[in-house]
């Protein structure tokens, strides 16, 4: 871990002296936080007005702090720096644990700043539930879910803690820190200390090991990349690009390393895992050679059964070595951060050439013509599938798209076109429903305002619906499209398949609210649509020159029982996907 020290210079060794939430304010914005996320209460009142008096950064008020959790970590991804978010003690703190979770599981940096009550009003060793009111031991509860959680009780060591939770966040694995203060520490003053950083170098790379890697490339005959969010979280989407440009790769993705190459480029793939595109599955199967960049190989990505992934050479690079050889086996271990991996990897292949593997690519381009993403449901009224894309094309303006969680996200990573300069948000490790709104909204900030694409549906809506004042007050242009199947889609299949089709808790029929009339309670423009003729009007008109920076909402209504196809079939390899089905060109003979 990176630590910090005291500069011990005669001069200019100190800030003037000083209140306790006037340095933190002053530290964030230097540190080039330009928006932080929170919803108020008493314990954080003090940072707030410092932040308003001594800072131009911009304050958003959000109407929950799980959405402020969620708003910070949708910033931090666009940006890199981490998302800050505050809440007041009690309640407010333990409405972020979902956020900071999110954060931890996705490697997103972090600050979440929590009030506390006074010192004197800590329960401290006393065997008893509360002394002061909302008093709640927030680091405890954190912990688990953070890289580092700080309780400051001194006030003069707010310097370090803050230098040292910034290095944390960033460092490695980005994550979460979580910084719980009391009151009367908020109001101290002090006089704090300018730090310097230790500076700390990594090991190179083995250039055995290197060596190996570029002879197992240009030996392979049927090699691939799989991408994931450690490139974004690594901040080396640029050395990728080179990478894959040298080395002449094909490329699967992730679920959240969708927005790592373009939809459009020649060597991407497609999107692999428990519902991927089924040719991306099958080319993921066939490989004999797979390097692994910024991905855990988690079992969404691979599927229960790893042995079929095993038979074949596999690197996998990343920085933490317990994610190694954790579900999959037998892989050449490449512990180091990914931009020291490019580096390194360009050093030790500068003067080698790499060939493309004709006879591969061609075979992959027939297995996504063989098994189109279009084709894959045969649904009454509005195919997904076929609205992603058409929503894609549409589209060019917007910078980012979020999905949320359930049936409408894998639609999305499956057929979204997405492209270059755009960004793709969801939450994987955590999955929580309700995601997309809030982060949405700090993507959307993030990006100075630029438009942003919320892909969401009728369930995952009504858990920050409130965020839509949010949008409103902050004139922000997010174009919301509720893809409304009137269930919870993929808990609709599951019972389907297992329970017999008892709908227990999933199916809400016509019971469920109309979004479109939701939205214009709440002053945004809304439309619907339900039949497949008027899907290119619709998204046309999310884009027509006078909407551009409007925020509007699109509710797309889907027959509820259209599935999420295809999908891994149970206890198979995930080149096994339901239903099960003959190949395009097959069935035209």
């Known amino acids: ?110 600050i979440f700043i929590t009030g506390q009550v006074n010192r004197h009003e800590l329960k401290g060793e006393r065997e008893i539930r509360q002394l002061g009111f909302q008093e709640t031991d927030i680091v405890s509860m954190a912990r688990p879910i953070t890289k580092a959680c700080f309780h400051i009780s001194d006030p003069d060591s707010i310097s370090l803690i803050f230098e040292e939770a910034f290095k944390i966040a960033l460092e490695g694995r980005p994550g979460p820190v979580l910084i719980d203060i009391p009151m009367d520490v908020q109001r101290a003053q002090i006089e704090p200390e300018y730090l310097e950083e230790d500076k700390t170098t990594n090991p190179e ?27 974004k979280a690594g901040n080396c989407q640029n050395l990728f690009d080179q990478f894959i440009a040298k080395t002449k790769l094909p490329v699967i993705t992730t679920l959240l390393g969708l927005d790592t190459i373009a939809h459009d480029d020649s060597q991407r793939v497609g999107f692999i895992g428990s519902y991927g595109n089924r040719w991306a599955n099958i080319a993921f199967g066939e490989c004999d050679l797979l390097i692994v960049l910024g991905s855990r190989l988690d079992i969404r990505q691979t599927g229960a059964d790893t042995q079929f992934i095993e038979n074949r050479k596999i690197y996998h690079v990343d920085c933490e070595k317990g994610e190694i050889n954790n579900r999959v086996k037998g892989c050449e271990a490449i512990v180091a951060d990914l931009r020291d991996f490019f580096n390194d990897f360009e050093k030790a292949a500068a003067a080698v050439s ?122 922000l242009p997010v174009k919301i499209v509720v893809l409304n199947n009137r269930t919870l889609g993929m808990i609709r299949q599951f019972q389907d398949s297992y329970f017999e089709s008892r709908y227990q808790s999933t199916y809400w029929g016509y019971d469920a609210p109309d979004f479109a009339k939701v939205a214009i309670a709440y002053g945004i423009e809304a439309l619907t649509i339900e039949n497949p003729e008027t899907i290119e009007n619709a998204v046309t008109w999310l884009w027509n020159a006078e909407n551009t920076l409007k925020p509007q909402l699109l509710q797309v209504m889907i027959d509820p029982h259209t599935n999420t196809y295809p999908k891994i079939a149970f206890g198979r390899p995930i080149t096994e996907m339901e239903p099960f089905a003959k190949p395009i060109a097959m069935e035209a003979t």
């Open 205 to 231: 790379i083995a250039p055995t090991v290197l060596q190996n890697l570029i002879n197992d490339i240009k030996q392979a005959k049927r090699p691939l990349v799989l991408s994931g969010r450690g490139i």
């Open 354 to 475: 790499f060939n493309l593997a004709e006879g591969w690519i061609n075979h992959i381009t027939d297995l996504k013509q063989s098994w189109p993403d279009t084709k894959e449901l045969t649904p009454t009224g509005i195919n997904p599938n076929v609205f992603m894309h058409s929503l894609s094309r549409q589209s060019q303006i917007a910078k980012a798209y979020l999905a949320d969680v359930g049936s409408h996200q894998m639609w999305a990573a499956q057929s979204l076109e997405v492209n270059k300069n755009q960004h793709f948000l969801t939450s994987g490790g955590m999955g929580a429903m309700g995601f997309a709104l809030p982060a949405g909204i700090g993507a959307c900030i993030a990006l100075d305002k630029a438009p942003v694409v919320i892909l969401i549906g009728d369930g995952c809506m009504q858990l920050n619906i409130q965020e839509l004042q949010t949008i409103v007050r902050n004139k």
């Open 1 to 110: 871990m990176m630590k910090c020290k005291l500069l011990r210079n005669e001069q200019n060794n100190k800030y003037p002296n000083m209140k306790v939430s006037d340095f933190i304010a002053e530290f964030l914005e230097k540190k080039g936080i330009k928006s932080v996320f929170e919803l108020s209460g008493g314990m954080i009142t003090h940072i707030l007005d410092s932040l308003n008096q001594k800072t131009a950064i911009n304050i958003i008020t959000m109407h929950h702090e799980q959405a402020a959790a969620f708003a910070a970590e949708g910033y931090a991804r666009i940006t890199g720096l981490p998302g800050v978010a505050m809440a007041t003690s009690g309640p407010g703190a333990t409405n972020l644990l979902t956020g900071i979770g999110s954060c931890y599981f996705d490697s997103t940096p972090a």
